[in-house]
């Protein structure tokens, strides 16, 4: 069956370093690929997406993710981190064979210190 | 913003009483999802609903559980006879279309089954 994983299931940080949190899936084919940001107390949000095209994607604050087709990765980076950027974080792949559902990840909880 | 509203956002019963958990899309939107959040565990996605039809409920456990999208109102997730195991986060998200490789999922804030 088709798994997403995160590696990094906690991480503590300080402000102003750079975070990069790693997102690898079971299959290949043609994927899409997603990653939500949950702040404590409120929904899931997107912070990025990749469909096709440009492997190097770009989403809100200043997040950023890289396909990497050949490891199955999709890894979220952002060069410095703020203390409002604690969260937590997910991962999540829809396969496009025909179904529509995500397969999560576990997510990472962030927790940056200021 | 009208985004996806979930009700109740917390949710207290007691073992064997039943669960009724709504889900009330975007604007727009005619395509609903249901996931399941264990404690320390990822969503698993449960059952994808277009209005009046199930599309996917292989996500769903065989038995207590049942979804709806009625033509009119929120989709409703339903547990009956609820077991402490069932205790998780439930959320929902809506799409504007069915399928294709341009789709967003966006989700509501979920609600807090608590089974005592």
């Known amino acids: 069956a088709q798994s997403v994983s995160q590696h990094n299931h906690h991480v503590i940080l300080s402000e102003a370093a750079s975070l990069e949190l790693g997102c690898n899936y079971s299959?290949?084919?043609?994927?899409?690929l997603f990653w939500y940001v949950q702040y404590p107390g409120q929904h899931l949000q997107l912070l990025l997406k990749?469909?096709?095209?440009?492997?190097l994607v770009k989403g809100i604050k200043g997040f950023e993710a890289e396909f990497i087709k050949s490891k199955f990765s999709f890894n979220l980076r952002k060069p410095s981190m703020q203390w409002s950027d604690t969260a937590e974080y997910f991962c999540?792949?829809?396969?496009?064979?025909?179904?529509?559902?995500?397969?999560f990840g576990t997510g990472t909880r962030l927790t940056i210190i200021p | 913003n009208a985004g996806v509203m979930q009700n109740p956002r917390h949710l207290v019963r007691r073992r064997g009483q039943e669960a009724r958990l709504r889900c009330s899309p975007m604007?727009?939107?005619?395509?609903v999802y249901w996931y399941r959040q264990l404690p320390e565990e990822g969503l698993k996605f449960m059952v994808y609903?277009?209005?009046?039809?199930?599309?996917?409920e292989s996500g769903m456990p065989k038995e207590r559980f049942s979804a709806e999208f009625p033509k009119e109102g929120p989709s409703i997730l339903r547990i009956q006879q609820v077991v402490r195991g069932d205790s998780a986060a439930y959320f929902c998200?809506?799409?504007?279309?069915?399928?294709?490789?341009?789709?967003?999922?966006?989700f509501g804030p979920g609600t807090r089954l608590l089974v005592l």
């Open positions: 998200a809506s799409t504007d279309r069915r399928g294709g490789s341009q789709e967003t999922q966006y």
């Open positions: 299959y290949g084919g043609t994927v899409n």
């Open positions: 990749y469909f096709s095209g440009d492997p």
């Open positions: 999540a792949v829809r396969w496009d064979f025909g179904n529509e559902k995500l397969t």
């Open positions: 604007k727009g939107h005619s395509h």
């Open positions: 609903l277009q209005k009046e039809n199930i599309i996917d």
